[in-house]
């Protein structure tokens, strides 16, 4: 299974990126889909999570501005994100976790870079 993640950018405060990460190979099907971010110097962290349909959960300081989505049928999930701020510049990671026909997978994207100036 491989993941392409895209999007990324440089914005300035206030404004806005969508994010979206591609999942592809042999999936049968598909548990959870997350976004995760790293800043320099500091550790990776959860910043949005999908598991099912519905069940979504964020990390507190992106709660009310970032939205993380899925389209099922294209195995993609994405990450609406407004109001950004400086603070939000990281390196963005998406994870992808399910079963392919033989085995589960749980496989990292290759990072996207996002860029808040103020």
């Known amino acids: 299974v491989q993941l392409q993640a895209s999007g990324g950018g440089m914005v300035q405060a206030g404004g806005s990126l969508r994010l979206s990460c591609a999942a592809s190979g042999s999936i049968s099907s598909i548990n959870f889909m997350n976004w995760y971010r790293q800043a320099p110097g500091s550790q990776r962290e959860l910043v949005a999570a999908s598991n099912g349909i519905s069940r979504t959960a964020y990390a507190a300081s992106v709660k009310g501005r970032f939205t993380i989505s899925r389209d099922n049928a294209k195995n993609t999930v994405y990450l609406q994100m407004n109001s950004l701020k400086p603070e939000d510049t990281a390196v963005y990671y998406c994870?992808?976790?399910?079963?392919?026909?033989?085995?589960?997978?749980?496989?990292w994207g290759q990072g996207t870079l996002v860029t808040v100036s103020s």
């Open positions: 994870n992808v976790g399910g079963l392919t026909r033989l085995s589960t997978f749980d496989t």
